[in-house]
């Protein structure tokens, strides 16, 4: 979930350092007026956080034990998220509203800073939907499991190239 922030930040410091980035004129290309608006530093220090708490915890994983962590967190979250509380959420108020209930839900456990909790609860309402949509949990907690996979694999990658 971190890696739109992860994305970012990352854009963010090569639009300041990398020419191909840059318009030429030491300013970057016509996304940075947009960026230049905001306070990147959260961004920033979420990529460092969840850069260092990635290694932590998974930076000697093989590839392997990466497609096999992020298979089952990606299953076992939407089992409980969209497979139990979403369905009760829904029975007891709106298919909306229970939507919105799950979604929040899911940002709250996974909480590690108030943007992490945004983009969680983002993508928890993308996942949410895809249930609904679909009628079954199967198509998000496949979309779950490759998206940590490939956020696992590029936090991962990120974090070797990062000064520390």
Known sequence: MASVAVNLAHLASLASSSPEWSSGDGTAGW???LAC????????????ETVRVAHLLLGDASTWEL??????????????????IQPVAVCLTTPLMGLLVASLLFGLAHCLTWLYFSFATLIGFYL?????????????????????FVVLVHVLKLGRRLPT
Do not use: K, N
């Open 31 to 33: 996304w940075l007026p």
């Open 37 to 48: 608006q905001a306070d990147l530093a959260p961004l920033v220090r979420l990529r460092r």
């Open 67 to 84: 497609a096999v962590v992020s298979t089952l967190a990606g299953a076992g979250e939407e089992m409980l998220f969209r497979g139990v």
């Open 128 to 148: 949410g939907a895809l249930a609904l949509l679909c009628g079954e949990i199967v198509t998000p907690a496949v979309a779950h499991g490759l998206y940590d």
